[in-house]
């Protein structure tokens, strides 16, 4: 890593935004110059908790667009403006990280990239998940074989509460875990995208959302999305031909490795073959419970530091264009269907 200082603005300051900017604050060698958010009382939170950055209201952003010295710029405002500030700052030459989902089409996702690798800049999604110690134990698991064949990943992530009306319930969450699977899988293109969701407090707004993929080599995934729940859940099962997986995010233990599964067994058929099933020639294995000590650092700063890096040194983030436009492609082909009347 080279000693540059590397000097960063930031375009919203609401639910997400305060932990984007202590993060990137206390980088070393990275410095927040700007803050715009159109609120006055985000504002003011800026300019006591950061006297070195600038707290500045919508109509004066023009600063930021305009200032040499900003290097890159952190976009964590509503998902649907996420493309057009992502856009103005390529082509004001700064390098862009932005909260998920990068943008809301595909097509956008493309935009952005031909304009990033035109003016050679860093575009980077903010799946902060894949910065998380317990994802990437996950995925080392997956990676050695250990698990055995994937055959399939079921995630939950539920709450009760904090209900949006910009996006539904599977734009609020999904992203997450979607990001998730696709970093455990090697960010492979789905066979079959289905969805089935339900409005109940606003009317075309999902309060729940039942996401089911197909992979392939048979791998199926199935993810659960709720604001409408009467448990927090942040859970991932995955199941291997050999072992299996439980993440559990708001456990104090975030990984606990089954040695569980079914065999089957080689029985000597009458013809001298073992492809002959008769009942009971299957063996229930059960073996060690395993949950191992996961070394914990804040997934947003290992995020926030990637990106400074990616920028320092010409490198691809992990979360950047081509994952993050996978993320967004399996979003929208997973467009709400007509609802039934009941």
Same mark, same amino acid.
């Given at each position: 890593?080279?000693?540059?200082?590397?000097?960063?603005?930031?375009?919203?300051?609401?639910?997400?935004?305060?932990? %984007?900017?202590?993060?990137?604050?206390? %980088?070393?060698?990275?410095?927040?110059?700007?803050?715009?958010?159109?609120?006055?009382?985000?504002?003011? +939170?800026?300019?006591?908790?950061?006297?070195?950055?600038?707290? &500045?209201?919508?109509?004066?952003?023009?600063?930021?667009?305009?200032?040499?010295?900003?290097?890159?710029?952190?976009?964590?405002?509503?998902?649907?403006?996420? +493309?057009?500030?992502?856009?103005?700052?390529?082509?004001?030459?700064?390098?862009?990280?932005?909260?998920?989902? !990068?943008?809301?089409?595909?097509?956008?996702?493309?935009?952005?990239?031909?304009?990033?690798?035109?003016?050679?800049?860093?575009?980077?999604?903010?799946?902060?998940?894949?910065?998380? @110690?317990?994802?990437?134990?996950?995925?080392? !698991?997956?990676?050695?074989?250990?698990?055995?064949?994937?055959?399939?990943?079921?995630?939950?992530?539920?709450?009760?509460?904090?209900?949006? @009306?910009?996006?539904?319930? !599977?734009?609020? +969450?999904?992203?997450?875990?979607?990001?998730?699977?696709?970093?455990?899988?090697?960010?492979?293109?789905?066979?079959?995208?289905?969805?089935?969701?339900?409005?109940? &407090?606003?009317?075309?707004?999902?309060?729940?959302?039942?996401?089911?993929?197909?992979?392939?080599?048979?791998?199926?995934?199935?993810?659960?999305?709720?604001?409408?729940?009467?448990?927090?859940?942040?859970?991932?099962?995955?199941?291997?031909?050999?072992?299996?997986?439980?993440?559990?995010?708001? @456990?104090?233990?975030?990984?606990? &490795?089954?040695?569980?599964?079914?065999?089957? %067994?080689?029985?000597?058929?009458?013809?001298?073959?073992?492809?002959? !099933?008769?009942?009971?020639?299957? @063996?229930?294995?059960?073996?060690?419970?395993?949950?191992?000590?996961?070394? +914990?650092?804040?997934?947003?700063?290992?995020?926030?530091?990637?990106?400074?890096?990616?920028?320092?040194?010409?490198?691809?983030?992990?979360?950047?264009?081509?994952?993050?436009?996978?993320?967004?492609?399996?979003?929208?082909?997973?467009?709400?269907?007509?609802?039934?009347?009941?």
């Amino acid at each position: 890593m080279t000693d540059q200082k590397t000097t960063v603005a930031q375009l919203g300051c609401g639910y997400w935004g305060p932990n %984007l900017l202590r993060n990137f604050s206390a %980088l070393q060698g990275c410095g927040v110059k700007y803050v715009v958010d159109a609120s006055s009382d985000r504002r003011r +939170f800026v300019e006591s908790n950061y006297p070195l950055t600038r707290a &500045i209201d919508v109509g004066e952003s023009d600063a930021v667009w305009e200032d040499p010295e900003i290097d890159a710029i952190v976009v964590a405002t509503p998902a649907a403006s996420h +493309f057009e500030l992502s856009k103005r700052a390529l082509e004001s030459g700064k390098h862009i990280f932005v909260e998920k989902p !990068l943008a809301t089409t595909t097509s956008e996702v493309e935009e952005l990239a031909a304009i990033g690798k035109e003016k050679d800049l860093v575009i980077m999604a903010g799946h902060t998940f894949i910065y998380n @110690s317990a994802v990437r134990y996950v995925k080392d !698991l997956i990676d050695s074989g250990e698990l055995g064949d994937l055959r399939y990943i079921y995630s939950q992530r539920l709450n009760l509460g904090r209900i949006r @009306s910009d996006i539904d319930a !599977l734009w609020n +969450f999904a992203p997450h875990d979607i990001s998730i699977i696709q970093y455990w899988l090697n960010d492979p293109e789905p066979l079959s995208v289905s969805r089935q969701g339900m409005d109940y &407090i606003q009317s075309g707004v999902d309060d729940v959302v039942f996401l089911s993929l197909v992979y392939p080599n048979k791998i199926m995934a199935n993810i659960h999305v709720s604001w409408l729940d009467p448990q927090k859940v942040r859970k991932m099962i995955v199941v291997g031909s050999r072992k299996m997986v439980v993440y559990d995010d708001v @456990s104090d233990n975030k990984i606990a &490795i089954f040695d569980k599964g079914i065999d089957r %067994l080689h029985v000597l058929g009458e013809h001298m073959d073992f492809d002959n !099933l008769r009942p009971n020639e299957f @063996s229930h294995r059960s073996g060690d419970l395993l949950m191992p000590q996961i070394n +914990f650092v804040e997934p947003l700063r290992t995020e926030a530091q990637h990106f400074v890096d990616c920028i320092r040194e010409k490198l691809t983030p992990i979360t950047g264009i081509n994952h993050a436009k996978h993320v967004v492609s399996i979003l929208e082909k997973a467009r709400p269907i007509e609802k039934i009347s009941i």
